[in-house]
């Protein structure tokens, strides 16, 4: 066994993320209740480099509320991968309409843009493109298809702050783009998210439905416009945002350092695939994974009892979402059911040490010999 514990991500928290949630504490209130939110929101198009950002509570709020605004309910139907987190499709179900899911590419664990379009039906109303571990979807593919039958592509960037797609980052190409601050991310708020767009019209929607359908410009006080939502990030909470912000660039390489140095140590093993980074994309690595050929015979449980017997977390690839029990079992996803079945998620928090990189390369090595 390990002295400590390897976990497969943590934050990374500096003394300036707690001098600023400190400010908001102690200071955050009345006037300045929303400063730091402005901030943050501010920073964040900035970065993204985009016209309209909403702090939220969490990406799912932010994917409930951009869903909401572009009239998506009962009956409906809303494309995306088989391989997910719950996260991307409960928005869907809560809104009464129906998540469809198609099949993965096997390179990038992404949305199969030509089953995609396969599956458009007069009742489909989004495809939802998950930038799945910091992997890109084909955005030109999907964004082409999407013009061509006049259905809003939403990018669920989750996992991917940090990533690239022909010069734009992921989140700022759809219609609309929703990210996740949780505490296992690369960026972290400790919980939250954050809904881009840069449709003036949606914006204005989404803002209202943010709070409690109380439009913008209404002058008569608690009045409400609609019925709306409260997915509202804390004023701390975009405190420890904004500290983040200022060391983004940091952050997102550290991560890369990470990827690249598993990517290094595996290039030479047959057989054996890690988070891809096509010409002319930038992967933001938040979650370096591995996948072994079916032939190896390597699977799952294997990978997780070598490294949780050496004290090393050990994350699952994502089950396919039909697998679970309130939905329907898509056997046709070939790649969304096999590949969980031979993968596993690799340590990667910032402070990790080159050491432990090792170590965790040592195990996976000797397993791999075992088969080979």
């Known amino acids: 066994m390990t002295k400590t514990r390897i976990y497969y991500t943590k934050p990374s928290i500096t003394?300036?993320?707690?001098?600023?949630?400190?400010?908001?504490?102690?200071?955050?209130?009345?006037?300045?209740?929303?400063?730091?939110?402005?901030?943050?929101?501010?920073?964040?198009?900035?970065?993204?480099?985009?016209?309209?950002?909403?702090?939220?509570?969490?990406?799912?709020?932010a994917l409930h509320m951009g869903m909401a605004a572009l009239g998506i309910g009962e009956d409906d139907e809303v494309i995306m991968a088989d391989t997910n987190w719950i996260a991307t499709a409960a928005p869907i179900v809560h809104l009464g309409a129906k998540p469809v899911f198609v099949d993965i590419l096997p390179d990038s664990w992404?949305?199969?843009?030509?089953?995609?379009?396969?599956?458009?039906?007069?009742?489909?109303?989004?495809i939802i493109a998950v930038h799945l571990y910091g992997n890109l979807c084909e955005m030109d593919r999907l964004l082409a298809i999407g013009k061509k039958y006049g259905i809003p592509?939403?990018?669920?960037?989750?996992?991917?702050?940090?990533?690239?797609?022909?010069?734009?980052?992921?989140?700022?190409?759809?219609?609309?783009?929703?990210?996740?601050?949780?505490?296992?991310?690369?960026?972290?708020?400790?919980?939250?998210?954050?809904?881009?767009?840069?449709?003036?019209?949606?914006?204005?929607?989404?803002?209202?439905?943010?709070?409690?359908?109380?439009?913008?410009?209404?002058?008569?006080?608690?009045?409400?416009?609609?019925?709306?939502?409260?997915?509202?990030?804390?004023?701390?909470?975009?405190?420890?945002?904004?500290?983040q912000m200022e060391r983004i660039d940091e952050l997102i390489n550290r991560k890369r350092e990470i990827l690249k140095y598993y990517r290094e140590n595996l290039q030479f093993l047959k057989g054996v695939s890690i988070n891809p980074e096509p010409e002319g994309t930038i992967n933001g690595a938040w979650m370096p994974t591995i996948v072994f050929d079916k032939e190896i015979g390597i699977t799952r449980e294997e990978l997780q009892t070598s490294l949780q017997s050496k004290n090393i977390d050990a994350r699952v690839f994502f089950h396919p979402l039909s697998s679970l029990p309130m939905f329907q079992t898509q056997s046709q996803n070939k790649w969304a059911q096999n590949v969980p079945e031979r993968s596993i998620n690799l340590p990667s928090y910032h402070d990790m040490?080159?050491?432990?990189?090792?170590?965790?390369?040592?195990?996976?090595?000797?397993?791999y010999k075992k088969f080979v």
């Open 153 to 243: 592509i939403i990018e669920d960037a989750a996992e991917a702050i940090g990533s690239v797609y022909q010069g734009k980052r992921a989140g700022s190409m759809g219609k609309f783009g929703s990210f996740s601050f949780h505490g296992t991310k690369t960026l972290t708020t400790g919980e939250g998210g954050m809904f881009v767009t840069n449709d003036a019209d949606l914006y204005e929607t989404v803002l209202t439905l943010s709070n409690h359908g109380r439009a913008r410009g209404q002058t008569k006080q608690f009045w409400a416009d609609m019925v709306g939502f409260k997915y509202k990030m804390s004023n701390i909470q975009a405190a420890i945002g904004c500290a």
């Open 110 to 126: 992404c949305i199969d843009p030509d089953l995609a379009e396969a599956a458009i039906t007069p009742r489909t109303k989004a």
């Open 353 to 367: 040490l080159i050491s432990d990189q090792d170590f965790i390369l040592y195990i996976l090595k000797n397993l």
């Open 15 to 61: 003394e300036l993320e707690v001098e600023y949630a400190n400010d908001a504490a102690c200071n955050g209130w009345g006037d300045r209740c929303y400063e730091y939110i402005n901030l943050f929101e501010e920073a964040f198009k900035a970065h993204l480099d985009v016209q309209y950002a909403i702090a939220t509570s969490s990406c799912t709020g």
